[in-house]
Every structure is written in structure tokens, then in C-alpha cells.
């Protein structure tokens, strides 16, 4: 561990005619998730050319703010959910090495 943040990304497949809901249930559990302390970016992407492929970037300030999220109830409530609505394709953690902040914020 060098202090700085974890990195977790994670990519997931939406079962054929869930894509919607898996996108609407998991924007909901990220408006929950604004309150959570030590998340430095939470972020939730759909693959343009396959509407069934989606992607998380997310990075904690520590590891304890990575284990203080997985406890909170609403995760453990959309991993219960999971099953149903898509597979978990691959889940990666990486140690960030460097970095830089760019002038411009997201909108």
C-alpha cells in the first residue's frame, strides 16, 4: 500500500432483457452511495456497441473506505440482486502508482 487510492474495476453482463433494469437499479443504489465516506470516484459506463456490457470505475481514499462501502445494506442488497439481473464478467483491484488532476471537472 503507497496512500494512495484503490482502484476497483469491474465489468458485468446484463442477462438478454434485463439491461434496463440492471442500469436503473444500479443508478439508483449509486444515488445512495453519494453519502458514503471515502468514495473518490464512483462511476458507471454502458459499452456503445454492446447495450448488455457495462463497466465500474470506482476509487476509494483507503482500504478502509473500500470494506465500509461493501458493509453498507443497500450494496449487499444489489449483490443479492445480482443473480437476477446480470454475471459479473471480471472484478480487477489495482494500487494507483501516480497521478494528475486535470483543470476541467466532469460536468
Known amino acids: 500500500m503507497n496512500g494512495l487510492p484503490i482502484v476497483i474495476i469491474a465489468e458485468f453482463r446484463a442477462f438478454p432483457g434485463r439491461e434496463t433494469y440492471f442500469a436503473e437499479r444500479t443508478r439508483s443504489l449509486m444515488q445512495e452511495m453519494h453519502t458514503h465516506h471515502g468514495i473518490l470516484i464512483h462511476s458507471f459506463h454502458q459499452d456503445e456497441k454492446d447495450p448488455s456490457l457495462f463497466l465500474f470505475y470506482e476509487q476509494y481514499a483507503s482500504e478502509e473506505a473500500l470494506a465500509a462501502h461493501g458493509a453498507k445494506p443497500e450494496v449487499a442488497l444489489w449483490r443479492d440482486e445480482l443473480p437476477h439481473m446480470a454475471e459479473?464478467?471480471?472484478w480487477r483491484r489495482f494500487s494507483m502508482v501516480d497521478y494528475?488532476?486535470?483543470?476541467?471537472?466532469?460536468?
Request: aromatic share 10%; net charge positive.
Open 88 to 90: 459479473r464478467l471480471s
Open 100 to 107: 494528475f488532476r486535470t483543470a476541467e471537472p466532469l460536468p
